[in-house]
């Protein structure tokens, strides 16, 4: 692959779905890009089993980088390791993941059939990054779940390596938000490493609320009572008592401060109660 790059190298990017004549390809790009070995049957799903959404991002007929995700219930998200067994011919260079459940991820409030969509895989080819081929397909993948989950998916999430730093920078500068921290989560060259969940929220997606959304919650709902007004409305509360006592009084349509002082001159001169010098 090229060194430098043209510029205009974006605009010469085509972008096609995976296919399994690309499986020799991508099993090289997936070992320069990532410390996890795939099986096999990994690289065979994700080129033919049709719930993966596999991209390609081509310069001059040959991939530069991929996107893998699947879109699925939301009921299915602790599912999201593929295969369901850590691959069983391990060696001592190879890497796998565990499984995590990250059932939280949406507020059990949405129904189960609410689908979320989970990132298998972003990578692209070290000469081509920082031109906005990763942002390509990252845009492609949401393009992608506006066409054909609509607004039903409702978070887009993924799982790095804490100390991946540049794909974290890339997705936090994209709006995702640090979901889980997940102890050893990886388990690369037989060494346990720490990953985070990132999620995206789309569509109206939240999760879980904790206890401080409900104090924030309610702290709005009692600001939007307008603390200001609360004399007013007790005043009118009084006001409206009181009109049930002497229905005669006839000044129900008088403004407050009008009702007020006629009801008071009233109310001394039937004697009803007392001034107190106010
Ligand atoms: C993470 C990864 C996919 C990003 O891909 P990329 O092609 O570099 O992504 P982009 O070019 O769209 O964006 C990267 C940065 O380059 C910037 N950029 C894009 N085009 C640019 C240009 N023409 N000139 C200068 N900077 C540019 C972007 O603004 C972005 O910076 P920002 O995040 O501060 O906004 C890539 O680094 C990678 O493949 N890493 C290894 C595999 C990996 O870790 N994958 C993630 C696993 S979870």
């Avoid at 390791?81 to 565990?98: D, G």
């Avoid at 506006?146 to 978070?155: F, G, I, L, Y």
Wanted: proline content about 5%; some cysteine; hydrophobic content about 35%.
């Amino acid at each position: 692959m090229t060194d430098v790059l043209p510029t205009t190298a974006l605009s010469e990017i085509k972008l096609r779905l995976l296919c399994h004549d690309d499986i020799e390809r991508i099993k090289v790009l997936c070992g320069e890009w990532f410390p996890i070995e795939y099986p096999d049957s990994w690289y065979h799903d994700i080129t033919s089993n049709k719930k993966f959404f596999s991209l390609a991002a081509t310069y001059r007929g040959g991939i530069v980088g991929m996107i893998v995700a699947e879109i699925k219930s939301r009921t299915k998200v602790h599912k999201e390791y593929y295969p369901s067994k850590p691959p069983v011919l391990l060696t001592q260079q190879s890497a796998y993941i565990f499984i995590h459940q990250d059932g939280d991820i949406l507020a059990s409030s949405f129904p189960v059939e609410t689908q979320v969509a989970y990132i298998l895989s972003l990578g692209v080819v070290k000469e081509f990054r920082k031109h906005g081929v990763g942002s390509l397909l990252l845009d492609s993948l949401k393009e992608h779940i506006s066409t054909t989950a609509q607004d039903h998916c409702k978070a887009i999430y993924l799982h790095v390596l804490t100390t991946n730093n540049t794909a974290i920078h890339f997705y936090e500068n994209r709006d995702f938000k640090q979901h889980h921290y997940l102890p050893y989560y990886y388990s690369i060259r037989g060494v346990l490493k720490d990953g985070f969940t990132y999620v995206l929220y789309i569509n109206g997606g939240h999760p879980p609320w904790t206890i401080f959304d409900y104090i924030h919650h309610i702290g709005s709902a009692l600001a939007s009572l307008s603390p200001c007004s609360i004399p007013q409305r007790i005043y009118r509360q009084a006001q409206n008592l009181l009109r049930s006592f002497l229905p005669w009084s006839g000044i129900s349509s008088k403004s407050g401060i009008e009702y007020s002082r006629t009801m008071w001159r009233r109310l001394i001169f039937l004697g009803h109660i007392r001034c107190l010098g106010c």
